[in-house]
């Protein structure tokens, strides 16, 4: 999906917004759904919230039957309160966070683990009940390989690393359009130059 700077910067500022509004009450300005049609569409969103490099949150969905811009809000509030391997973010931690939104595409089927793209696929696994999902930035950010990476999804869905070696497994991927504060303030100052 396409977004100009400002919506990014938009919807990195609704993050925030949207976590401080937890402890503040703050509402939320609504964007202008004509200037910003993309705002409207039913992408599905995940936030991830770092704090000094490591993981404080991350929740989002896959498809939304909401616009963006409400899914992004929504993803962002899971993430700082209810995330359950974190415990909820502080008011006093909030100066301290960094904000990552992705943007997924719809989901797709791949036929074989050869179709696997890293870095640009993430991955849905669901199997005997379970589901795991990474986004396409994990394998890079934790330097996989295809095998690691099918070991890391075969993880977060439940079963051992080497679980999709013992059958041919049915996976979903999709891609996403990822953006962080820190990429932003570098693409503001690019764009000034």
């Known amino acids: 999906m396409e977004l100009s700077l400002e ?6 500022e609704t993050a925030l917004v949207s976590i401080k509004s937890v402890f503040t009450g703050e509402k939320i300005p609504k964007p202008d759904y004509r200037k910003h049609p993309v705002f409207n569409s039913h992408a599905g969103a995940f936030v991830t919230l770092t704090k000094t490099g490591s993981l404080r949150g991350c929740i989002g969905y896959i498809i939304s039957d909401r ?20 415990p909820s973010v502080r008011q006093s931690e909030i100066k301290d966070l960094s904000i ?12 074989n683990y050869d179709e696997i793209e890293i870095g640009k696929h993430g991955l849905i696994l669901e199997e005997e009940g379970r589901r795991g999902l990474l986004l396409p930035q994990v394998p890079i950010e934790h330097h996989m390989n295809r095998e690691q990476y099918l070991d890391a ?28 504060d820190s990429s932003i303030s570098s693409e503001s100052k690019a764009e000034k130059k």
Do not use: H, M
């Open 153 to 180: 999804i075969c993880q977060k869905s439940g079963f051992s690393p080497g679980y999709w070696k013992t059958k041919q497994l049915k996976f979903n991927a999709f891609t996403a359009t990822v953006f962080c």
């Open 7 to 12: 919506e990014k910067k938009i919807l990195l």
């Open 67 to 86: 616009p963006l811009f409400e899914t992004v809000y929504d993803a962002a509030i899971q993430a700082s309160q209810n995330d359950p391997r974190f």
């Open 100 to 111: 990552e939104i992705s943007v997924l595409s719809e989901p797709f089927p791949l036929n």
